[in-house]
T-cell receptor, first 114, second 111 residues
């Protein structure tokens, strides 16, 4: 079936560097994508989202890029800080049925080294 | 404004026992969801609700039941717990059905 996946399970980045977390999706009908951050022992926390009619969206220190041609999503974190260490999930809304449901990837662990 | 809260935070059950997990949200959201999260896997949708009095099956509904008698509450029930239901359970709510806000989770162990 359709699924959302990630290229790298673990990403190690030095403090102050930029981080890029990638995500591949397979459902070309998806119209909405979202990134979550999950710290150990906590629930997922919203970071940023993007609709399919956009290819870039910026937040505070974060940017999401959407390439519909190759069905690829990325999250860029500028000037990575120790507090950014967490598991990051991408998710898509496949627009099946009348209610919006999200399909989640398995996650990428970001480790920030000092 | 507490957001999404879950009760209890931890629970240990014996095989065959039953229990109910409570999710409450104070954001007046229409949509509510129950997920389970297992090691190495993403969040999987168990059941969801698009409004008070409605429920629907998600990706992994077997062994679970839900009820949404009040808009702010979404209950997840396990009638006869099995070790395969050992997991971390997350509740989420959404205003539009897109951006979802998650609770802190319930860690359930079934022995």
């Amino acid at each position: 079936g359709e699924s959302v996946g990630l290229h790298l399970p673990t990403l190690s980045v030095q403090e102050g560097d930029n981080s890029i977390i990638n995500c591949a999706y397979s459902n070309s009908a998806s119209d909405y994508f979202i990134w979550y951050k999950q710290e150990s022992g906590k629930g997922p926390q919203f970071i940023i989202d993007i609709r399919s009619n956009m290819d870039k969206r910026q937040g505070q220190r974060v940017t999401v890029l959407l390439n519909k041609t190759v069905k690829h999503l990325s999250l860029q974190i500028a000037a990575t800080q120790p507090g950014d260490s967490a598991v990051y999930f991408c998710a898509e809304n496949p627009r099946t049925g009348t209610a919006s449901k999200l399909t989640f990837g398995t996650g990428t662990r970001l480790q920030v080294t000092l | 404004n507490a957001g999404v809260t879950q009760t209890p935070k931890f629970r240990v059950l014996k095989t065959g026992q039953s229990m109910t997990l409570l999710c409450a949200q104070d954001m007046n959201h229409e949509y509510m969801y129950w997920y389970r999260q297992d090691p190495g896997m993403g969040l999987r949708l168990i059941h969801y609700s698009v409004g008070e009095g409605t429920t629907a099956k998600g990706e992994v509904p077997d062994g679970y039941n839900v009820s949404r008698l009040k808009k702010q509450n979404f209950l997840l029930g396990l009638e006869s717990a099995a070790p395969s239901q050992t997991s971390v359970y997350f509740c989420a709510s959404s205003y539009s059905g897109y951006e979802q806000y998650f609770g802190p989770g319930t860690r359930l162990t079934v022995t």
